[in-house]
């Protein structure tokens, strides 16, 4: 069995402070998001699996402390990637996606955003209000391979569970805040992670490939008013006011690209 795990810093244990993302505090960010890395590949070897890639797909995609990752750790793939999501995915079985967070607008929950915190307010797909576990998910399923676990906050949960409810949830905080919540010890949250990746495989017969059905339709509102792109630039895409419009295609892939 080969594992692909994507990660996201926002939703790794241990954090809750902006300044842990880009600010005074990013090493001890840095930190914790290796050493969620390498519990969840450490126990992914130890249930067997054969082979585990790790996407550092946060930011700039160069969080991940490369001299400290664990040697259950086969390959890694850091920096930009272009219009790929799943970067060397292929013949992969199963994906994970580590250290994500609750969707834009989310009550009370840590560093919530859907991708772009700067720029993005919402997204629907066929209606839905989605995160970006959701939106990853239905990448992969456009690969047919199955999110076997997520990890993050208590507020994402909630999510993760109404879409993808066969995956294993690593639950390694509460949210209280934007900025804020309850945090268990380190050490504990490290052994949830590694508790569910183990039971991750041992399940890997249950696990589901999420597919929206055709035709998909990616509807996006944007923080600033105006700032949408111009109807000349996007097969498919229709305004819905001054900040929303959609784009419609057959695949998540395929809308998700030309957003």
Known sequence: MKIYVMTDLEGISGIYSKEQM???????????????????????????????????????????LYEKLSLAVDEVVM???GDVRFPNVEGCDAI????YHAKAGTHQAILEHTYNSSAIQNYWIN????GEATVDAALAGDRGLPVMMVSGDDKLKQEVEEN??????AQVKVSNHLFGGMLPHRQNA??????????????????QVYQVPAPVTLRIEKIERG?????????????????????????????????
């Not at 209606?127 to 989605?130: D, K, R």
């Open 22 to 64: 880009s600010g005074t505090r990013m090493q001890e960010g840095r930190e914790y998001m290796t050493a969620d890395v390498n519990a969840v590949a450490e126990a992914l070897k130890e249930a067997g699996v054969e082979k585990v890639i790790v996407r550092d797909c946060h930011g700039s995609a160069n969080t991940l």
């Open 79 to 81: 920096g930009s990637c």
């Open 96 to 99: 994970i996606l580590l250290g």
């Open 127 to 130: 209606g839905m209000a989605v």
């Open 164 to 169: 993808l409810p066969w995956a294993e949830y």
């Open 190 to 207: 490290l052994k949830v992670l590694k508790e569910k990746a183990k039971a991750a495989v041992s399940r890997f017969e249950q696990m």
């Open 227 to 259: 700032s949408i792109p111009s109807d000349n630039t996007k097969p498919g895409m229709k305004i819905i006011d001054g900040r929303t419009y959609e784009i419609t295609g057959d695949t998540m892939t395929e809308i998700f690209f030309l957003r």
